[in-house]
């Protein structure tokens, strides 16, 4: 089978992650003998300033046809304000695409000094990526006055918060047979008590998967103090934002951070991108660490049916970081971001 990609590299170490993880995706197309072409859109903060938008009128429809998104990073606060790049191109896919799924994988690479010992962490987090606490709701009035107030209305819809869980249900069916939803339904008396009644009434099609309930301020203390107790995760759009960045710290920090926008039903391309920005700090110095964009990358082509070929990068990054002589700087090395590409790639080239 030939799989076709949209790349958007967009702006600053973006562009260095994606050729570096494309590179790696390649090799592993080659080993496993399927094909893998990529068309480059180059919309980004510069696109902006040379038209007037981070992508054209028609850039929906032009991805639509595409198996996949490999996105490296998108905003330069310097050149566009970060409101404008955000809502200019990876909130339209988003949304347009109904990439509901936020997937991300934490775990502490093999050889990866963390912050904590974690031996056993392996949490896959699973976040509602379009409704809940971000869905926009809310106004201010009497602006500037001592009677100011400010709403921020959480939205949860029955097939918002089912269709999160059926997913969350489904992988860890997959995985261990154990979920964990993260609520606050002592606190948050409408919202979250919604969101336990709908897990239960799905958990009923699950029967062989345990669910437990966590609140989210316990179970961010026990992402801390015994994540290996944890595999599945579910948690809403806010509180799954929070989670994931206790996650990628504990795996390592930014560099390892990878992540999947799923739209499970398909028929619309899913996004894969790492979690870091574009680090204007260090573009341009190839000092950005590419594991993150290659972990990305072995997610979307499980994503495409590509299992075994998803499987052998995630092994060739982790035979390569546990060697250690190929780090980047963010991990104590001097390799630039080809080098570890290069390493990735031949390991898995074997
Ligand atoms: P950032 O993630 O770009 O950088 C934060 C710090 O981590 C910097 O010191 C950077 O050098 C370091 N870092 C990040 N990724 C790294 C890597 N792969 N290897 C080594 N070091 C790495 O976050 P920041 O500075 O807050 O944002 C910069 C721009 O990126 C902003 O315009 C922001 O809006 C955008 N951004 C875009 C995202 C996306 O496209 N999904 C996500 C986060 C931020
Ligand atoms: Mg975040």
Known sequence: TDHRIALIPGDGIGVDVVEAGWSVLQAAARRFGFGLQGDTFPWSCDHYLRHGAMMPADGIDRLRPYAAIYLGAVGWPAKVPDSVSLHGLLLPIRKSFDLYVNARPHRLLPGVQGPLRAEGFDILCIRENT??????????VHVGTPDEVAVETSVFTRRGVERILRYAFAQARRRSGRLA???????????MVFWDEVTEAVAADFPDVAVTRYHVDAIAARFVTDPASLDVVVASNLFGDILTDIGAAIQGGLGFAASANLNPAGGVP???????????????????????????????LDHLGETEAAAATVAAME???????????????????????????????G
């Open 131 to 140: 409704e809940g606490e971000y869905s926009g709701a809310g106004g201010r």
């Open 181 to 191: 939803s993260v609520t606050k339904s002592n606190a948050q008396k409408h919202s």
């Open 270 to 300: 899913s996004m894969f991108e790492p979690v870091h920005g574009s680090a204007p700090d260090i573009a341009g110095t190839g000092r950005a660490n590419p594991l993150a964009a290659i972990w990305s990358g072995a997610l979307m």
């Open 319 to 349: 035979r390569v970081v546990a060697r250690g002589a190929v780090a980047t700087p963010d991990r104590g090395g001097t390799a630039t971001t080809a080098a570890v590409a290069e390493a990735v790639a031949a390991e898995i080239a």
